[in-house]
């Protein structure tokens, strides 16, 4: 030791010392405070000062000086023999640098062989959504968000690349801080999310195996990690309303009066009565129309009410009372407020964050929503130098009121769309006076119990505000790890994961109106408890050599799902209000529980491999055992290999100049899918447990098929990440997708006892294109501007369909109304009857019909139609291009085929337009979709022919066949009498093109100068902002990006829009 | 470092062991059982084995079995409502929540998309596919059962497969015909490789019931069962007398007395007090209760059920909380009506035409005793599928059929007695008008039973509709019309490349 010190000292006083000064910027010429000048090799150096300057006092003998600044990429000087080195200093890609947590380990976009897309917290939470899978809109290629309910605390439904599955699962698997997750999407508070990953690719999926195949969303939650103590709180206000604009439909009581008797006067007219006037004068007001209750005007019969010429009703007519307009009553602008509190902070050795969150967020339908109380704590602690530990702990507290959503009369949303503009909302006495409510105050509202033909017995508005649909959950999810370290290079984590939760849903129908009145008032219950428990033991070596870069990881996963659901009802109530089952005098025997349980085990490895940082490889294998299979055919085997190339670092490439950074990358693996088969046990023959007469009671065996299990995707991919002068960085992606053994539910002819088999059968194939392109249109000191637009153009088409083991050839067609599917055709290729116009003589429907011309007269005649055009191809492949085609007024004789229409878009996606100067900061997020159809259901209801009184019209409905010659394709009004009106066709497959406003944000940081006035703030923002502002669709109301087809539904929720104001403050 | 190590070896013994035991990955359902797990409770409590048979009583009764969501899906009676639509003498009143709408305007019947054509096929073939399966455990078709409880489980599970068989060669075959025409496909096993059947002949079809139904009835012979959903010798008799007078060779007909009177013998009529309710007799009369002494087959439903909206009581019943009340009325044809006597006490069954409230509907026939509009949120009045009525008006035209009109006339009096006040213009009729009487007194006292339409058939019926039909008001169909048989759905015809071979 004496001697080392001595030859120290000996070669300190050798060395002759010098001083170099110099300046460093960066490339706009600003000086670089605060950024280090080391001399290589050594700990000698210091920092720039406030005007960029340096001095710095070296050895004779040092060689290099390495300049660095946060976010810039290092330089390395050479020292010469001048005493003065000025250099200039590039802001960092902040992207390819930037960590991405992929699978079980972390990565930087640049070292990533697979498609991985962050998205940061901060963009997730400038929307003001209650979690993060709607956050996700617009964020990354290829995802396609959908928003399917404006009820708040609603989870999207998410879909990655393309349409994974016939009938098996389409949905991602998500991962929450390394566990996969079952628990609630919106239990997670979003504020307390530090990032998004989306894996897209097999290199980044197959670590996942079985669950891997329809992408991954990996959340990563906020840690104290590299923080000063820090407080942050923020708050929100927000306002929700309905302010994209429902179907445009009749509100004149008048106007709906008027086509209701021209719907009569044809009626009249098709069944051959002499005098049609006086039909629809006798039956208007009758049992035979409109019930003479609901007559609101100053006129007894049709004859009084209906000038027969202008068909409208005769000037002077007055009404009884005004029927209140059920939107007015049902939809009210209502508040979001949010607060959080966070803290967080650490050393080099132990770092924590917490946090408080509160939301309430009410929805613009009367007794919907959500309110939740969260908190997180996070603690990593370095306990010895080989020993680290890791705990998170995520609590949150759930109430959801959903009023009025049912599929069903119950519906507040099929009442406001539908119900005829004559009918009141409030009872009316037979003076036209609203009755006095003895028992809620206010008045009585109208069920409609006098002969209303639309929902009779029914008030989905009252319903709403009298009964209770309400759901609370207490959701808890917790994280240990131990990670010891061998050595430097050698570490074993363990990992224990938890995700509980114990939910209770609570229906209650009031004891005085509505469907439980009879009973004095019900309720029911239903209990939900889950416990997901899951187990990782993973050993990882990681090591550089010079210039190769390592790391391999081998790790045993073991997951245990177990959900015990339980139901119990009574009526009979004591209390009104009162939820518990001691309140209902009257038990059902009904009560029942039972429990779901999933295993999984796993085995994996991992492999990655970088050269200089130029070349960089990895492989994945992960062998998955799953309980929902039998025998042998639990264990499935998953796996990848990926590589990728920065051409950049090449030598080649150093004079093309306008590429700044360029990778090439390209996978294969296979991924695969087990949740398809629908219940838990999907290869086990199920048999009801019923109950005759107290005694044990087994239902027909429904049987499955033992053999069943994953389907398997194969997956290709290759991409391009680039950046392209200061001016773009873009990615752009390719990939080939074939999936087989597909969990397909295969038919057979229910005369068999079961209409279908869940097999393992037919391949179904995902080919697209991605891209995610920056534009940096403006980059000054003070401002910026960007502009990115996102997209995915793919198709979907399924190459082999299921087998029919009776005639052992795959089966031609399975119709899937409005689709089908066959070799050939996507899973949403419309197969459908065409509609081919209305006849200008009478104003009837008419459809397209394939006849094969029996009789050889060139003419369709009864009997020649093909009902079914690729069944009967199939059988007769001679025929084909041998058939004529025809128009026919019977809808039963018109020809099913593949009229050439899609669900699935050309392109859709995102633009992103991002700004700031100076503190301001403009951000906004437009959704776009082109190319694709969808099938408008609620407009076909709002355009049908039904009974008059029974349903409300468009206002298209105005477009209507009046009169012989008219040229429309609306057809005439007939009281039903012609069918089929609006029965599925090509009618109401409507273009589903739409642009939409998702997100406005308008902030504000306030800047320095102004905060160092108040001591403690370190930073200070405010800002306004506005999601789901405004769509265009191809017909006001039609919103096609809620619905994974885009096809509407008369009881959807429609999404509601949000403005929000909001302050963050960090001390 | 030693301690490093010890903790290192502790992780890996507790983590990757955890989960490594062999069974893991074995778990089992709670929420329904299956054959493994309930042949190993079997093997414990053998009583369990009489679960399986009475799953098919069950599946009678239960909603869905039709294979959709539909609220007019829920098994034999709902079955029941199309067929008494079909032959008219049910009238969908009015429209509302439009359930019965395809049917009522014969839309349906022709149109192989509508799951009205597919709903019975789905029911009947699923309740063949079970007694298929019960047939197969207890060794096949041919095997004679060792034991005497054995060979009661044989004979219910054989006398379902044939009302399955039955009920669709009504439903989707206009008639017998020659016995050559080919209208179903014939599963008598529940083999899976046996799949996808083609269609066999209505000789096939009749054949193989009336083996099924011969043979039930001598395995059920001296059975006594405990409930009256289940099948016994009566029930199986009875079906059996229906199936041969659907195929109506004079042979046939002489069966048929034979059974009817076999039956008769065994059940009372339902008495004139049970007929109908009278504004005091709320309690005792109507057919809503299983303990009525004339009911052969039948289920007594309990809130244990848990039968609600969905259900036949709550699709014709105005004191059920459903659609009857919620403005989707259930009528009679008011052509029947009108052929009521005016002192046949059935003709209380109904509201007048000139009623206030509920005109034409069977108030009095079927109501929840408590007789409260929209009153019985939980169904817990009985379904009756069976009653000893059918057999004593089957009788009777048996009778006339073989020429024997006097004995006919005898027993036509006998039952219509305690109904109509005046009966002597009973005595002038003979050949077709006494048959042409009988149908008409089936139809008007099994109205909603689901047995006119198989009257109708059988008689080679035209039927007019009354003026109340919403659709086709003052149209004529005969009993061989399209519209008033289903055309096969075309799920099957989709689904099954055999169909046609």
Same mark, same amino acid.
């Given at each position: 030791m004496l001697l080392l010190a001595i030859s120290l000292s000996i070669s300190h006083l050798w060395a002759q010392q010098r001083t170099i000064t110099g300046k460093v910027t960066d490339d706009k010429g600003e000086p670089v405070v605060n950024a280090s000048v080391v001399v290589k090799g050594t700990s000698v150096g210091t920092i720039t000062k406030s *005007?960029? $300057?340096?001095? #710095?006092? +070296?050895? /004779?003998?040092?060689?290099? #000086? +390495?300049?660095?600044? +946060?976010?810039? /990429?290092?330089?390395e000087v050479n020292i010469g023999s001048e005493g003065s080195i000025n250099t200039t200093l590039k802001f960092k890609n902040s992207s390819l640098e930037e960590v991405v947590v992929v699978g079980y380990s972390v990565s930087t976009k640049e070292a990533f062989t697979g498609s991985a897309k962050a998205v940061k917290g901060d963009a997730l939470n400038s929307k003001n959504v209650s979690n993060v899978s709607k956050a996700l809109a617009g964020e990354v290629a290829g995802v396609s968000v959908i928003n399917t309910s404006g009820q708040p605390g609603s989870s999207a439904t998410v879909r990655i690349r393309g349409l994974g599955s016939v009938n098996g699962n389409r949905a991602p698997l998500y991962v929450v801080d390394g566990i996969p997750y079952s628990g609630n999407i919106s239990s997670i508070n979003t504020e307390d999310i530090a990032s998004v990953t989306v894996l897209k690719d097999a290199a980044a999926t197959s670590i996942y195996g079985s669950r891997g195949a329809n992408g991954v969303i990996v959340i990563t939650s906020r840690s104290g990690k590299g923080n000063k103590s820090f407080i942050e709180v923020d708050g929100k206000y927000g306002i929700n309303m309905a302010s994209i604009p429902r179907y445009s439909i009749l509100t004149s009581p008048e106007e709906y009066i008027g086509l209701s008797w021209e719907a009569l006067y044809n009626e009249g007219v098709k069944v051959g009565n002499s005098n049609p006037t006086n039909y629809a004068n $006798?039956? #208007?007001?009758?049992?035979?129309?409109i019930s003479p209750n609901n007559n609101i005007w100053n006129a007894a019969t049709g004859a009084e009410l209906i000038d027969p010429v202008t068909r409208t009703v005769k000037p002077g007519v007055t009404r009884k009372y005004d029927p209140e307009r059920w939107e007015d009553y049902a939809f009210e602008s209502s508040n979001r407020i949010e607060a959080n509190l966070k803290m967080g902070g650490g050393d080099a050795k132990t770092n924590y964050y917490s946090s408080f969150g509160y939301l309430k967020d009410v929805g613009y339908s009367i007794n919907t929503d959500f309110e939740r109380l969260s908190a997180r704590l996070s603690l990593n602690h370095e306990v010895k130098p080989w020993l680290a530990s890791s705990f998170s702990f995520n609590y949150a507290n759930t109430e959801t009121n959903n009023n009025g959503q049912g599929s069903?009369?119950?519906? +507040?949303?099929w009442f406001v769309d539908n119900i005829p503009s004559i009918y009141p909302l409030f009872l009316r006495d037979a003076s036209g006076n609203k009755v006095a409510d003895p028992i809620f105050g206010g008045y009585q509202y109208d069920y409609g119990s006098t002969g209303r033909k639309f929902g009779s017995l029914t008030n989905a508005i009252a319903d709403a505000n009298y009964n209770t649909s309400l759901s609370k959950r207490n959701e808890l999810t917790g994280n240990a790890s131990l990670t010891a370290k061998f050595t430097k290079d050698l570490s074993w984590e363990n990992r224990f994961g938890v995700q509980y939760y114990n939910a209770a849903g609570y229906t209650r129908n009031n004891k005085f109106y509505g469907s439980a009145a009879g009973q004095n008032g019900s309720i029911s219950q239903s209990k939900n408890e889950l416990t997901n428990l899951n187990f990782l033991s993973m050993l990882r070596y990681a090591h550089r050599f010079t210039s190769h870069n390592i790391e391999v990881l081998a790790a045993h996963e073991a997951t245990k799902f177990k959900e015990i659901i339980s139901s119990a009802s009574g009526y009979n109530l004591v209390d009104n209000y009162s939820l518990e089952l001691a309140n209902a005098i009257v038990k059902n025997p009904t009560s029942n529980s039972y429990t779901n349980t999933n295993r999984l085990e796993s085995y994996f490895a991992q492999f990655n491999y970088d050269y200089t940082g130029t070349y960089y490889l990895s492989g994945t294998v992960r062998r998955d055992g799953s309980s929902r299979f039998l025998g042998d055919n639990q264990w499935g085997t998953f796996g990848s290999v990926g590589l990728g190339w920065v051409i950049t670092k090449m030598g080649f490439m150093k004079n093309i100049e306008f590429i700044d950074y360029l990778k090439l990358k390209a996978s294969y693996g296979t991924i695969g899918d087990q949740v398809g088969g629908g219940s838990y046990y999907p290869a086990l023959t199920s048999i009801s447990i019923g109950n005759l007469n107290n005694l044990p009671s087994f239902g027909i065996p429904v049987p499955n098929f033992p053999d069943l299990t994953w389907e398997k995707s194969k997956m290709f991919q290759v991409g391009a990440d680039f950046r392209l002068g200061t001016f773009l960085t873009g990615t752009v992606e390719y990939y080939l997708k074939n999936t087989d053994n597909l969990i397909f539910q295969r038919r057979v002819g229910p005369s068999n006892g079961y209409a279908l088999l869940t097999v393992n059968d037919g391949q179904l194939r995902n080919q697209g294109i991605e891209f995610d392109l $920056?534009?940096?249109? #403006?980059?000054?000191?003070?401002?910026?501007? *960007?502009?990115?637009?996102?997209?995915e153009h793919f198709k979907n088409k399924i190459t082999t369909m299921p087998i029919d083991p009776s005639t052992s050839k795959q089966k031609a067609i399975d119709v899937q109304a409005p689709y089908g599917w066959a070799v050939g055709h996507s899973i949403f290729d419309f197969y459908i009857r065409n509609f081919a116009g209305v006849d200008p003589a009478d104003g009837t429907s008419t459809w397209t019909v394939y006849y094969d011309d029996a009789n050889g007269n060139k003419v369709y005649n009864a009997g020649e139609e093909v009902l079914d055009l690729e069944a009967f191809y199939s059988s007769n492949p001679d025929k084909k291009g041998a058939l004529f085609t025809s128009t026919t007024k019977d809808y039963t004789k018109a020809t099913q085929y593949y009229i050439g229409k899609s669900a699935i878009p050309d392109v859709r996606g995102a633009f992103n337009l991002s700004g700031g100067f100076k503190g301001l900061e403009l951000n906004v997020q437009l959704l776009y979709s082109f190319g694709g159809y969808s099938y408008d259901y609620l407009y076909a209801g709002l355009m049908a022919n039904g009974l008059i009184g029974g349903n409300n019209w468009s206002t298209d409905i105005r477009k209507r066949w009046q009169k012989p010659g008219d040229i429309t394709d609306v057809p005439r009004l007939s009281n039903n009498a012609d069918v089929n009106v609006a029965s599925t066709s090509s009618r109401f497959i409507t273009k589903a093109n739409y642009l939409a406003l998702n997100n406005i944000r308008l902030g504000y940081n306030l800047p320095s100068s102004l905060l160092q006035k108040v001591p403690g703030i370190q930073q200070a923002s405010l800002w306004v902002s506005g999601d789901n502002l405004w769509l265009h669709s191809e017909r006001q109301g039609f919103n096609p990006a809620t619905d994974e087809a885009g096809e509407t539904n008369t009881y959807r929720y429609s999404p509601l829009s949000t403005v929000t104001v909001g302050l963050k403050l960090k001390f | 470092m030693n301690t490093k190590y010890i903790l290192t070896l502790a992780f890996a013994g507790s983590a990757m062991l955890s989960g490594c035991k062999k069974d893991y990955l074995d778990t089992q359902p709670s929420q329904f059982t299956t054959p493994d797990q309930l042949g190993a409770a079997a093997q414990q409590d053998p009583k369990l084995l009489n679960g399986s048979i009475t799953g098919l009583y069950t599946t009678m009764f239960t909603p869905g079995v039709g294979g959709t969501t539909g609220h007019d899906d829920f098994g034999h009676r709902g079955v029941d409502i199309y067929s008494d639509m079909l032959c008219s003498d049910m009238v969908l009143a009015a429209l509302n929540y439009g359930w019965y709408a395809p049917v009522a305007r014969y839309q349906a019947t022709v149109d192989f998309t509508r799951n009205e054509a597919y709903v019975p096929w789905r029911y009947l073939y699923r309740q063949i596919f079970g007694a298929n399966s019960i047939i197969d455990i207890l060794g096949g078709n041919d095997l004679v059962p060792a034991t005497?409880?054995?060979?009661?489980?044989? &004979?219910q599970a054989k006398t379902m497969r044939a009302y399955g068989y039955f009920y669709l060669s009504q439903l989707y075959a206009k008639e017998y015909g020659s016995g050559s025409e080919k209208i179903l496909p014939i599963y008598i096993t529940a083999d899976p490789t046996k799949i996808n059947q083609p269609k066999s002949t209505t000789k096939e079809v009749w054949d193989l019931m009336v083996?099924?139904?011969?043979?039930?009835?001598? !395995?059920?012979? &001296? !059975?006594t069962r405990t409930t009256k959903d289940q099948v016994d010798k009566n029930v199986a008799k009875g079906l059996l007398a229906y199936v041969l007078a659907a195929r109506g060779t004079q042979a046939d007909w002489t069966q048929v007395a034979t059974l009817t009177q076999d039956i008769m013998t065994a059940y009372p009529m339902t008495t004139a007090a049970q007929l109908v309710y009278n504004g005091t007799n709320g309690t005792t009369a109507g057919f809503n209760n299983i303990a009525t002494a004339s009911w052969i087959w039948g289920v007594d439903l309990t809130l244990a059920q848990g039968i609600n909206l969905i259900s036949w009581w709550g699709q014709v019943d105005q004191f059920t909380y459903s659609y009857a009340w919620a403005g989707d009325p259930k009528t009679i044809d008011r052509g029947l009506y009108d052929a009521i006597h005016a002192d046949d006490i059935r003709k209380n069954q109904f509201a007048s035409p000139t009623a206030t409230s509920y005109k034409l509907q069977p108030i009095n026939k079927f109501f929840d005793p408590a007789r409260v509009a929209g009153g019985q949120r939980q169904v817990i009045t009985d379904l009756v599928y069976m009653r000893s009525d059918e057999f004593y008006l089957l009788n009777a035209e048996a009778k006339a059929r073989l020429g024997q009109d006097a004995s006919a006339r005898t027993a036509l009096s006998t039952f219509?007695?305690?109904? @109509?006040?005046? @009966?002597?213009y009973l005595t002038s009729l003979s050949g077709q008008a006494l048959l042409n009487e009988i149908y008409l007194q089936t139809r008007i006292e099994l109205w909603g039973e689901g047995k006119s339409y198989f009257a109708m058939k059988r008689n080679k019926a035209t039927i007019t509709r009354g003026i109340n039909h919403l659709f086709d008001a003052g149209s004529s169909f005969t009993y061989n019309d399209p519209k008033l048989t289903f055309v096969i759905p075309q799920a099957e015809v989709l689904n099954n490349p055999n169909?046609?071979?």
């Open positions: *005007d960029g $300057t340096y001095s #710095l006092s +070296v050895s /004779e003998n040092a060689k290099i #000086l +390495v300049f660095s600044s +946060v976010n810039m /990429e290092p330089q $006798t039956r #208007l007001f009758s049992a035979n129309g069903s009369s119950n519906s +507040v949303f $920056t534009g940096h249109i #403006l980059k000054g000191k003070s401002y910026y501007l *960007d502009l990115g637009i996102n997209g | 005497a409880a054995l060979k009661v489980t044989m &004979g083996a099924d139904l011969t043979q039930s009835i001598t !395995y059920l012979e &001296g !059975y219509l007695t305690p109904r @109509i006040t005046d @009966i002597s169909l046609n071979k």
